[in-house]
């Protein structure tokens, strides 16, 4: 389990394997949130919005061409 030390300033490193997890970078933001059990929880506060490529699947699939005309054809018969 990755660690750190507190320096007399308040400041930590966060390790390697962290930073990687996360993707953080040099000046990127943290979120620390206190829970109520007592656990923290540390959240980049800013983040690549490319990163979110792909992390919801569209639910609908797309339509073959045949189900298109069919649908045009429905639509053309009931006017």
Same mark, same amino acid.
């Given at each position: 389990? &990755?660690? =750190?030390? @507190? %320096?007399?300033?308040?400041? @930590?490193?966060? &390790?390697k394997? #962290?930073?990687?997890? !996360? *993707?953080?970078? %040099? *000046? $990127?933001? !943290? %979120? +620390? /949130?206190?829970?109520? $059990? *007592?656990?923290?929880?540390?959240?980049?506060?800013?983040?690549d919005? +490319?990163?979110?490529?792909?992390?919801?699947? &569209? =639910?609908? /699939?797309? #339509? %073959?061409?045949?189900?298109?005309?069919?649908? @045009? /054809?429905?639509?053309?018969? =009931?006017?």
């Open positions: 389990m &990755p660690s =750190s030390i @507190i %320096t007399s300033k308040g400041q @930590i490193t966060i &390790p394997e #962290v930073r990687d997890t !996360l *993707g953080l970078e %040099t *000046g $990127d933001r !943290l %979120t +620390f /949130r206190l829970r109520e $059990d *007592g656990v923290v929880e540390l959240q980049p506060e800013t983040f919005v +490319f990163a979110l490529c792909g992390i919801i699947k &569209p =639910s609908i /699939r797309g #339509v %073959t061409v045949e189900q298109m005309n069919a649908a @045009i /054809r429905k639509a053309g018969s =009931s006017q």
